[in-house]
């Protein structure tokens, strides 16, 4: 200072100080937080030295943390990147690396770009100008994005290549009420373009061009509560029916889809229609016949009953008569038995309509099977031992009940007995014998008579099949169809030459709606 002195000022330097440190603590701040995000972030300065990188960048590139603190260039970054093989492979790689370069200076954000590493990830890149200068670099790895979208595609492809295979036209409407999804069969159905539906987009639009086909409001207005009305009461399965305007039947309903979003399918069910009026009119049709051909058995078997009673009453007189020579006493047996034999094709044939009219009822009861067959032996135990045979008899002590009608399943068991005895010969065997177990009785007929062929086995229960035993007729089908109606079933068991056993099962506890209360026996 002049004078040989000193001239001191002083400056106040708190406020510049605390600027720089709370800027220092805001790119701290900043730094920070771009270290715990999961995108890949590196910042050029001004002379396209890098100035920053968060942790994610190092780790996406695999790069040395001691080159990246050295502040390497840009353009040596992208050097060794490419040295690793950590960038698109391209074939002009300079002109490439020059257009890189040429994002420092710019004002306004670069598009988006995506990477294609060798390795077979997929990067995308936003490049964007800092404020402070240079270039911020943001990467993003979409691999797993992609993968997930191209699934996606192709599971939306896969769904649609499916609807288009279907018969039905099918329509899906998003929760906004906009069309989004439907197949080939829908235009078709309709008589509309794909190009009408996209512009139509939302449902009412849909359906105005659908009402050409179809002008009922009714339809529309209750589909659309469906589609549109986010209520749970709304949102539930419907169906229903109507006709088009050129005849056709459709048959339409609506599934709500777990995202909101609501499926409406329409099936063209004319064809289907038709065939059950026609099924029906065929029902009908047999009805009536069957009801017609039950008054003419019934009309017929009436009419054969009559002069048979007489018959048989007349031979009888005529056996009784002692005056009458032997012969004649014969013949007039003959005749007896003959017409009683008639009488009895006749009540067979009668049981075998009432059934197949399901006009049959079962009268259950508590039955003892060890009576049951005793009774049935008696019935036939004399014609048996007539042709020189023997009738066994072989039924369980101890054998429980069972639930049934106790006249039908004799009659099944009268039938059996008289084929064996119309099979054995002199010498020869019948065994009746009951089983038990847990859930039925088994009740075998067995004879040792020739036998079945094995080629009429399978045949032996039909009706009007000529047999060796005892030619065509009912009999063994009306024991099939008594033990089904208890709810069991019937078998044969023979092999020619050595006999034949034919098998009745039946279950414990039958059951008819004209069962009477129960009876329990001691």
Not at 11 to 20: G, K, N, Q, S, V
Not at 100 to 124: H, I, V
Not at 168 to 197: K, M, P, T
Not at 260 to 268: C, E, R
């Amino acid at each position: 200072a002049p004078g040989g002195g000193v001239l001191a000022f002083a400056l106040d330097m708190t406020e510049a100080e605390e600027t720089r440190d709370t800027l220092r603590r805001h790119v701290e701040a900043h730094d920070e937080t771009l270290n715990h995000i999961a995108d890949a972030v590196a910042i050029f300065g001004p002379s396209k030295r890098l100035a920053f990188h968060n942790t994610a960048f190092q780790q996406m590139f695999s790069v040395d943390p001691g080159y990246l603190d050295e502040r390497p260039t840009h353009a040596e970054l992208l050097d060794r990147l490419r040295q690793r093989r950590l960038l698109p492979e391209v074939i002009d790689y300079a002109g490439w690396k020059a257009r890189e370069l040429d994002f420092y200076g710019a004002s306004a954000a670069a598009p988006d770009d995506s990477w294609s590493l060798p390795d077979g990830r997929t990067l995308r890149v936003v490049r964007q100008p800092h404020p402070l200068g240079g270039v911020l670099l943001l990467f993003s790895d979409i691999t797993d994005e992609l993968k997930l979208r191209s699934r996606f595609n192709a599971q939306i492809q896969v769904q649609t290549a499916t609807l288009d295979k279907l018969n039905d036209a099918v329509a899906v409407f998003g929760s906004d009420g906009r069309i989004r999804l439907h197949n080939e069969a829908f235009e078709s159905f309709w008589g509309v373009s794909s190009e009408q539906l996209r512009a139509a987009g939302d449902f009412d639009a849909v359906a105005a061009l659908c009402q050409a086909a179809m002008p009922d409001p009714s339809l529309w207005l209750g589909l659309k509560a469906r589609v549109a009305d986010p209520d749970p009461e709304s949102r539930v399965p419907i169906s229903g029916e109507g006709r088009t305007v050129d005849g056709r039947v459709a048959s339409w309903q609506t599934r709500p889809l777990p995202d909101g979003a609501t499926l409406v399918a329409f099936s063209d069910v004319t064809a289907r229609r038709d065939l059950e009026q026609a099924l029906a009119a065929k029902a009908q049709a047999l009805e009536e016949s069957t009801a017609l051909k039950r008054e003419f058995v019934g009309s017929v078997s009436y009419e054969l009953r009559t002069p048979l009673t007489t018959i048989v009453g007349y031979s009888e007189l005529l056996e009784l008569q002692g005056e009458l020579p032997e012969r004649s006493r014969q013949h007039a047996g003959a005749i007896r038995i003959a017409a009683s034999q008639l009488a009895s094709s006749i009540d067979d044939v009668l049981d075998m309509a009432q059934i197949d009219a399901g006009e049959m009822e079962l009268t259950l009861g508590d039955v003892r099977v060890c009576d049951l067959l005793d009774a049935a032996a008696d019935k036939v135990r004399a014609r048996i031992e007539g042709r020189g045979a023997t009738l066994t008899v072989t039924c369980p002590t101890g054998l429980r009940p069972i639930r049934a009608d106790a006249q039908r399943v004799g009659q099944a068991l009268e039938h059996l007995l008289d084929n064996a005895a119309r099979a054995v010969a002199d010498g020869g065997s019948v065994n009746l014998i009951a089983e038990g177990s847990p859930s039925e009785v088994r009740i075998r007929v067995e004879d040792t008579g020739r036998g079945i062929p094995y080629h009429l086995q399978a045949h032996v229960f039909d009706r009007f099949v000529r047999r060796e035993r005892g030619g065509p007729g009912v009999g063994l089908a009306l024991v099939k169809a008594l033990v089904e109606l208890h709810g069991g079933w019937a078998e044969v068991e023979s092999e020619p030459g050595k006999g034949a056993a034919f098998i009745l099962h039946l279950p414990l506890e039958a059951a008819s709606v004209a069962a009477p209360p129960e009876l329990r026996l001691g």
